[in-house]
């Protein structure tokens, strides 16, 4: 699924007759793009009880500080220059 700062995008299954493949494509190529398109007032982060497996520089995460601390105890950290600073 994609979340985004819009709606929720789960992707439908394609058909099984391949020539409404096409019209499927366009249907599901449209709902991304609406769903990412949609501007929410906020933002839910999940509560992380593990660091994320694969972090890049840019990562906004909500650790809980007791299973996962990344140095500072519980709440939201930036990764930077390989680092999570507490924001």
Do not use: C
Request: glycine residues 12%; without cysteine; charged residues 15%.
């Amino acid at each position: 699924m994609i979340a985004n700062l819009g709606a929720v995008y789960g992707v439908n299954l394609p058909p099984a007759q391949p020539e409404q493949l096409g019209s499927w494509v366009y249907q599901e190529l449209s709902r991304i793009a609406n769903a990412t398109r949609e501007a929410k007032e906020m933002v839910t982060l999940a509560v992380l009880h593990t660091e994320p497996t694969k972090s890049e520089d840019g990562n906004l995460v909500y650790a809980d500080g007791t299973h996962w601390n990344p140095g500072s105890g519980g709440g939201f950290y930036g990764r930077e220059n390989g680092q999570w600073i507490k924001l």
